[in-house]
């Protein structure tokens, strides 16, 4: 089954403890980002990715890293959280070809406390 | 600047009754155009996209959305509501050929019996 994977799906974690989302998906696509939602603010992307080896920035990438080793999976590591990251997060990917439809992950709740 | 705006945060309509979600986006080239739905708990799905072509655009579940360049709008129509239907819905807009799709606040639509 295609399908975008996320973990973990929830955390609560303390200010400045370093943690990291997984996101792997098994669609073979090029293309991966990262967003959050905020009511009323709807999604803001995070960082997404090109390829591997090939990332820039989004929308809020401040208090965020990525990294893209691997075709499959994309990372996003919070090297210091802070109750403003608390957030739900969310992994999408797509081909790069044509216009496709992103592919999104069941998401990931983050409560910094 | 790309920009999308859902003027309605809630959208309430009775099953069985047409139910309109309203989009209206600002782009600098010709856009393309997306619908995703986010029911509880979930990552946000593909319901349907504009690139080119009929203005008409139909798309899972029995729903469309009609493109009009002239007013700038993307509104999601459905013919018949459903209380399944009710969910968080998503505008989004994407530059052509940037791979950065900006998302709207999204609305809520509740389908009551």
């Known amino acids: 089954e295609a399908q975008v994977t996320q973990n973990p799906r929830y955390l609560i974690t303390v200010t400045g403890k370093k943690l990291t989302v997984t996101c792997s998906q098994n669609?073979?696509?090029?293309?991966m980002s990262w967003y959050r939602q905020d009511p009323g603010l709807g999604l803001r992307q995070i960082y997404y990715?090109?390829?591997?080896?090939?990332?820039d920035k989004g929308d809020v990438p401040e208090g965020y890293k990525v990294s893209r080793k691997e075709k499959r999976n994309f990372p996003l590591i919070l090297e210091s959280p802070s109750p403003n990251q608390t957030s739900l997060y969310f992994c999408?990917?797509?081909?790069?070809?044509?216009?496709?439809?992103?592919?999104f992950g069941e998401g990931s709740r983050l409560t910094v406390l | 600047a790309q920009s999308v705006a859902q003027p309605e945060d809630q959208v309430n309509v009775a099953e069985g009754n047409p139910l309109t979600v309203k989009c209206t986006y600002s782009?600098?080239?010709?856009?393309?155009l997306f619908w995703y739905v986010q029911y509880p708990n979930r990552g946000l799905q593909f319901l349907l996209k504009?690139?080119?072509?009929?203005?008409l655009v139909k798309g899972s579940y029995g729903f469309e959305a009609e493109f009009n360049k002239s007013q700038t709008s993307f509104h999601l129509k459905k013919p018949s509501a459903l209380v399944s239907d009710s969910a968080l819905y998503f505008c989004?807009?994407?530059?052509?050929?940037?791979?950065?799709?900006?998302f709207g606040a999204g609305t809520r639509l509740a389908v009551h019996p």
């Open positions: 989004a807009v994407e530059d052509g050929g940037y791979n950065k799709l900006i």
């Open positions: 669609m073979n696509h090029e293309y």
């Open positions: 999408a990917s797509r081909n790069l070809e044509g216009t496709g439809e992103l592919f």
């Open positions: 782009v600098s080239g010709n856009p393309y």
């Open positions: 990715s090109m390829n591997v080896e090939v990332t």
């Open positions: 504009y690139i080119t072509g009929d203005n």
